[in-house]
């Protein structure tokens, strides 16, 4: 049940963000990577026992083992709460995810990690305020 609703949390925030335009994507003379079908540019996130990285197409669960924990502990200083995302460029291999072929929970592809190119800060982070 907490796999589902980490899972929805992370759904709902990766559709109410995809909107939002991504100032380092148009700010000038920003650095590019030569993208290929192993490299990802996108936002991660680690809770508890849930991986998830949220690429401009595609969502991708993170197989959980050293390099995703290596990535996680760059993450984490660049955080203000353990929810924040952060841009992440890495390479990896897609594969089918165990998860959603035994439990039929998840997503249905897994990225594992094998270079970590670049991490850094959200740019922006949606902000939920109470109405007074």
Excluded: H
Excluded at 57 to 73: Q, S
Excluded at 102 to 124: D, F, H, Q, R
Aim: aromatic share 6%.
């Amino acid at each position: 049940m907490k796999r589902i609703l980490v899972l929805c949390f992370i759904a709902i925030a990766t559709i109410a963000c995809k909107n939002q335009e991504n100032p380092a994507d148009v700010a000038e003379g920003t650095a590019t990577v030569a993208e290929d079908k192993n490299t990802f540019k996108g936002e991660f996130i680690y809770l508890a026992d849930a991986a998830v990285l949220t690429t401009k197409n595609e969502i991708y669960a993170v197989r959980i083992d050293d390099k995703m924990k290596e990535l996680n502990d760059l993450a984490v200083p660049l955080k203000q709460t353990e929810f924040d995302m952060v841009n992440v460029i890495i390479k990896g291999e897609v594969v089918p995810n165990p998860l959603k072929q035994e439990t039929g929970e998840g997503w249905n592809e897994m990225v594992i990690i094998k270079e970590i190119l670049e991490v850094t800060p959200a740019s922006s982070a949606a902000v939920v305020a109470p109405i007074n």
